[in-house]
């Protein structure tokens, strides 16, 4: 049924040929009105002369007490897509980001892959040109058309459409979160024309995902989890490889009671919180080419083969959300079994099948697994200890120094937002939903991921680490700019090594001894010297600083936390390492502004 709004503008005469209907906000007063009903709080803005219809809705809303989504004003779209993605990967549910037009949705830029390959539920949502002639009002309703605006974003997004004036925008809206939600989860596209947007008449209301259904994956074949516990209970180094189980804190239980009971090995990226890093089960774990029985647990990529992988007598199980990664063109990795499968319901299906079938042999090889996980829990710890006060007491910021001096500040329910990869055992992560990767190969999400996760997790303290170049592809002005507007700061420690390794320390292996490395020269890859991150963030009224040495680090992360927590304001830490050849200083910049 076609519905009018009430209180809205008019202007025209809506009968005579050829001319619209008055402006409204019909339209979008449903948009809004069936993403609140579906657990969206925030819509990240981007302004957009087509989307001032969104704005007059919301305040509309506001103003009669109607529940909608909070407009969360961004001044990139990189930082909109960037920070929604950080709200969905804490809370679970959709997240929601409008642009502008064509041009908005192209400066979410790498944005879009990590939102693909993280398996994030967002809804992306950007107008269209005007094309009506009374609606033509600037030459960019002409330079903004495309022949297909969906077609730009269709490799990265599992659905795209373009709304029509006579759609149910409800259901067209319910639709796209379905499929977002369903497993494997993945990022939506909607385009909205300018004249749908700004009609004063909808049909239909708002429509809750619930009414269509979300697929649910189960525990998966019967038969298929009986034949991975006997694998397992047989083998004598079993290993689980996981990726994605710490979206789920029940999955994650799950793994940590099979895991202890079993003493099955573990190894874990840093993607989520998986396991705990002080479980016995990450310690000891056999090599990939060591293993004789391997369970790959909701893992896209368990292994690279072209430098370590199985070997042939290995037997192979897949299990989780997208057991055949169908995203991928081409992917090699073998298995004996693969299924389809929730891992907060596979886990303790398989752990009651191993209760089931454990017998004296298999008592006797877990037993001695968890005797060699012991000793090597024991042994490691202590390497570490001594490589901590060794690294610690000395004058550089390395790797371990980084790590350690964060693991200091943070707190184990805080939030930890990390881009590096490499602070494994060292800033120590131990409850689920607090530890999250991108997902993706893309840099430059973690400044603002890590403001969506304070903002969804209830103001819970967030860090986050990131490299320069990192930070650098960021879009740091607006992502401390929009910290502050939203009143989620965020305590963000740069690892700064004045480069990027694809362009300086891959250079060197793909070439060694080749001509970059003898001429010294990384342009391509050095950032070198650098920006001053810290006054960068002053201007920007954030708390700034450089460290240089572990003791600098130390003081500096200690006032950081400060100027976040009690002062309510973002703090940028500038941790100055050596480069990749070890290097401590920074090249001095020659005349034309190019460093080394």
Request: charged share 20%; with cysteine.
């Amino acid at each position: 049924m076609a519905v009018t709004e009430t209180g809205s503008a008019s202007g025209g005469t809506p009968d005579e040929p050829g001319l619209l209907r008055p402006r409204g906000t019909a339209v979008a007063e449903v948009i809004l009105r069936t993403l609140a009903g579906n657990g969206v709080e925030r819509l990240w803005f981007c302004s957009g002369s087509e989307l001032v219809p969104l704005q007059e809705a919301h305040a509309k809303a506001r103003h009669h007490g109607i529940a909608v989504p909070r407009l969360a004003m961004t001044v990139h779209e990189h930082v909109a897509i960037s920070a929604a993605m950080g709200e969905s990967m804490v809370t679970g549910r959709p997240a929601a980001v409008v642009a502008h037009a064509d041009m908005g949705p192209l400066n979410f830029g790498a944005e879009l892959h990590t939102a693909l390959r993280g398996q994030y539920p967002l809804v992306l949502i950007s107008g269209y040109p005007a094309t009506h002639p009374q609606r033509r009002t600037s030459q960019a309703f002409w330079n903004q058309q495309r022949w297909d605006q969906g077609g730009l974003f269709r490799q990265y997004t599992k659905w795209d459409y373009r709304l029509a004036p006579y759609d149910d925008v409800g259901l067209v809206l319910a639709r796209a979160m379905q499929v977002a939600l369903t497993p494997p989860r993945g990022p939506v596209y909607l385009a909205v024309p300018a004249e749908v947007l700004a009609q004063d008449m909808v049909d239909g209301a708002p429509v809750a995902v619930e009414r269509l259904g979300v697929a649910r994956l189960g525990q998966g074949d019967e038969e298929g989890i009986r034949e991975i516990a006997r694998r397992m209970l047989a083998a004598h180094r079993p290993l689980i490889l996981t990726d994605r189980v710490g979206t789920d804190a029940s999955a994650v239980a799950a793994l940590d009671r099979l895991a202890a009971e079993f003493a099955v090995s573990v190894t874990a990226t840093r993607h989520r919180m998986n396991l705990r890093d002080d479980h016995p089960s990450r310690w000891g774990a056999p090599a990939v080419d060591q293993a004789d029985m391997i369970l790959v647990l909701d893992h896209p990529l368990p292994w690279v083969p072209a430098s370590r992988a199985p070997s042939a007598a290995a037997w192979i199980a897949v299990a989780g959300t997208d057991p055949i990664c169908a995203e991928i063109p081409l992917y090699e990795f073998p298995a004996r079994l693969r299924l389809f499968a929730d891992p907060a319901a596979f886990l303790p299906a398989l752990l009651e099948e191993l209760r089931r079938l454990r017998d004296p042999a298999s008592s006797a090889r877990i037993e001695e697994r968890t005797r060699r996980h012991e000793r090597a829990h024991a042994e490691g710890l202590r390497l570490r200890a001594d490589l901590i006060a060794r690294e610690m007491a000395g004058s550089v910021i390395t790797p371990t120094v980084f790590g350690t001096a964060i693991n200091e500040v943070i707190g184990p329910e805080d939030l930890f937002i990390e881009e590096l990869g490499d602070t494994a055992g060292l800033v120590h992560r131990g409850v689920p939903g607090t530890l999250f990767m991108n997902g993706g190969s893309s840099l430059g999400w973690a400044t603002s991921g890590a403001m969506g996760a304070r903002l969804a997790s209830g103001d819970r303290p967030t860090v986050c680490a990131t490299g320069d170049g990192g930070y650098l592809f960021g879009v740091s002005g607006a992502a401390l700019w929009t910290q502050a507007r939203m009143a989620a700061p965020v305590l963000t420690v740069i690892a700064n090594n004045r480069g990027y390794r694809t362009g300086t320390s891959h250079v060197d292996s793909y070439y060694p001894g080749g001509y970059v490395s003898a001429a010294g020269d990384y342009t391509g890859g050095a950032i070198d010297p650098p920006p001053d991150y810290g006054a960068e963030a002053r201007a920007a009224g954030a708390y700034g600083a450089r460290a240089r040495t572990p003791g600098e680090l130390r003081e500096v992360l200690r006032a950081a936390r400060a100027a976040v927590e009690r002062d309510r304001i973002p703090a940028v830490v500038d941790a100055w390492m050596p480069d990749h050849l070890g290097r401590v200083e920074a090249a001095q910049a020659s005349a034309n502004g190019v460093g080394r």
